[in-house]
């Protein structure tokens, strides 16, 4: 990577390689006479945060220098990929200072969902981490759902601290901040006029009134993250773009259904009940008979079953390994989570063997059902 000199906004070396990268700038801003990358140059001109990814050691390094700030974290999630979304090390950085923890993208959820249980449950993953969040607010960073109550908790929490937002690349978070400074003008948020005055990579700020400051960080990258095995295009494909419709399967012991090609699920024991799968609207869900399913999967990996495109992306997911469920007669419904592509859910009208296979590396757990 050849690098030319250094950006005159934040510092770092710039290059004109790979856009996602930090530094980058095109070719053709070289002939500037002052020369800044390209997430300067947005936020210099448009108010537009640009998500950058940095590597886990430099995002260490700025986790280590919250630990040692009187602040209050607010930590973002994306609530289709709790897993994908975690910030390994965080409750060890963070030390003594409160954390709220936000969950973006609720827009996307089932018009009948019970958001308490989405709460109860994201605290529930959290403290199964080592993170105890003082609180838990679902928002909307595209829609503009709950930021004014995500800014009032904000206000009470910090109490007179600064405040420093953190997540992983692809939860929103970039969206969410600017929302933020897009809807809220100077007035209502007490942001100053000037909100970017020190911007430098590492850390983005946003002044408040009382001298304190929301410092914006980068987003790291978790390589558990179901995007990171499939192609950007592919992962539009799987990403609900609007609210989940839920699908209804009633299957019998002996019938798989195939979410696309990125996970299949094998109901193995039990009455005849329905499946009701949420993902993407538009994912293709295949259903066979269980004995029939290795065959299946084997002769039409990425080309009937897609997501991933073709069959060289196909090959170049990572392995599938099982994840068994045993679901329990009970009056609550369970939720089998398959982090990044959705959910299915059991009446637990009856009891159920289930099986679902996932790449290695998406997380696939059980939770009470949010219906
Ligand atoms: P960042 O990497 O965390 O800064 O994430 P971005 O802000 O770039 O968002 C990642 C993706 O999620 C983009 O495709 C956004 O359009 C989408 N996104 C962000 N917020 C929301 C939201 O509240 N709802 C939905 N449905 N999509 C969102």
Redesign the pocket.
């Known amino acids: 990577e050849q690098t030319i000199g250094t950006c005159a906004g934040c510092g770092i070396a710039i290059q004109t390689e790979d856009a996602k990268k930090p530094g980058y700038a095109p070719e053709s801003a070289l002939g500037r006479k002052v020369v800044i990358c390209q997430r300067c140059y947005r936020i210099k001109h448009y108010n537009e ?1 640009a ?1 950058v990814a940095m590597g886990d050691d430099d995002f260490l390094k700025i986790l280590d220098g919250i630990g040692s700030t009187e602040s209050l974290v607010v930590m ?1 999630v ?1 609530i289709f990929d709790f897993q994908g979304s975690w910030l390994r090390g965080l409750p060890r950085f963070v030390g003594k200072n409160p954390i709220l923890l936000v969950g ?5 959820l089932p018009r009948n969902i019970n958001l308490n249980r989405v709460r109860n449950w994201m605290q529930h993953e959290a403290k199964e981490r080592g993170l105890r969040p003082e609180d838990i607010v679902l ?5 503009g ?1 709950h930021i004014d109550e995500l800014l009032k908790r904000i206000g009470e929490l910090r109490k007179g601290r600064d405040v420093y937002i953190v ?12 929302r933020i400074l897009h809807d809220y003008g100077a007035a209502e948020l007490m942001i100053t006029t000037s909100p970017f005055p020190g911007t430098t990579l590492d850390k983005i700020e946003i002044p408040l009134e009382d001298g304190r400051s929301i410092y914006d960080t980068p ?1 790291i990258i978790n390589r558990d993250q179901i995007g990171h095995m499939i192609s950007p295009a592919d992962l539009r494909k799987i ?4 609210r989940i419709n839920s699908k209804v399967y009633q299957l019998e012991d002996g019938q798989s259904l195939f979410l696309g090609g990125l996970a299949r699920i094998d109901f193995v024991r039990g009455p005849k009940q329905p499946f009701v799968i949420y993902v993407d609207n538009d994912l293709y869900i295949h259903r066979t008979k269980l004995e029939k399913a290795d065959e299946v999967q084997q002769k039409h990996h990425g080309t009937l079953l897609v997501p991933p495109t073709g069959e060289e992306a196909a090959k170049a997911l990572p392995p599938f390994v099982k994840h068994s469920f045993k679901v329990k007669q009970s009056q609550f419904s369970t939720d089998i989570v398959i982090s990044g592509l959705g959910w299915v859910t059991l009446q637990g009208r009856y009891e159920a063997n289930v099986v679902v296979h996932a790449p290695k590396g998406v997380s696939v757990g059980m939770r009470r059902g949010l219906i």
């Open positions: 945060v998500p973002v994306d973006n993208k609720v827009d996307l928002i909307s960073a595209q829609k759902q997540g992983v690349t692809n939860v929103g978070k970039s969206t969410m901040i600017n987003g990403t609900p773009k609007s």
